[in-house]
């Protein structure tokens, strides 16, 4: 059993239709899971719409939640970089706020954390369900292209859904980089990381806050992070 405190780290934009729901599941795992002692850190990464009230209302009603409030929208990556220097968790798991990938996983996350003494479980997409066609393949060929040109190999279909111990996230946070990719990042750093398959759903509710022109400046921020080619 994890004895540790449990960080959840959630970037939010333009999320006014799923904060609700997310809070309530995130919140139901943790106290079904026994994971009791934790801190639910919400970035508010400048939204336009009611997400802001609607978080300072659920931290109102619990004090194990933290909001943090960008004053424009400075992106997914910072928004994550935030609340990792934010947290004080023994261990965080970082998760967007769309419901995409589930709360549900959380407990097997910290439960294969223990069993095989590592550093980071990061969550590998075996189906992803509700994208196109051409967003699986671009996806595919994104990490296909970067893993042949760079010297730190990144895992196939995997985001930002992963859980990092507490050594992890100091590492990290003694990084000096700006619009740090995260995901790379955490990769290069090294310890043991080790993987956990899931099925990616469709977002619960509103719209993708990565059109195409974001994943093509995310895709080129990470090809001049890793590699010199």
């Not at 992803?128 to 393949?137: L, P, V």
Request: overall charge positive; glycine content about 6%; aromatic content about 10%.
């Amino acid at each position: 059993m994890f004895r540790g405190k449990l960080s959840i780290i959630v970037p939010c934009y333009n999320e006014e239709e799923v904060v609700d729901e997310t809070y309530r599941r995130l919140k139901a795992v943790l106290q079904e899971s026994g994971l009791r002692d934790h801190e639910l850190i919400f970035i508010n990464d400048g939204s336009r719409d009611r997400t802001l009230p609607l978080l300072r209302a659920i931290a109102e009603k619990d004090p194990l939640v933290v909001v943090l409030s960008f004053s424009r929208n400075f992106g997914h990556q910072p928004a994550v970089t935030a609340g990792l220097h934010r947290c004080r968790g023994d261990a965080a798991v970082i998760i967007d706020a769309d419901l995409q990938d589930p709360p549900e996983l959380i407990p097997q996350m910290v439960q294969k954390m223990l069993d095989e003494e590592a550093g980071v479980v990061y969550a590998v997409r075996d189906e992803r369900k509700g994208e196109t066609f051409f967003k699986r393949f671009t996806a595919s060929l994104f990490y296909r292209l970067i893993n042949g040109l760079s010297d730190v190999p990144l895992p196939m279909n995997t985001g930002d859904f992963r859980l990092v111990d507490r050594k992890v996230i100091d590492e990290f946070c003694r990084l000096e980089e700006k619009n740090k990719y995260i995901r790379g990042l955490i990769s290069w750093i090294g310890f043991k990381q080790v993987p956990i398959s899931y099925v990616r759903e469709p977002r619960f509710a509103g719209e993708t806050k990565y059109p195409l022109s974001k994943m093509l400046k995310f895709a080129t921020n990470a090809l001049l992070y890793f590699t010199r080619k």
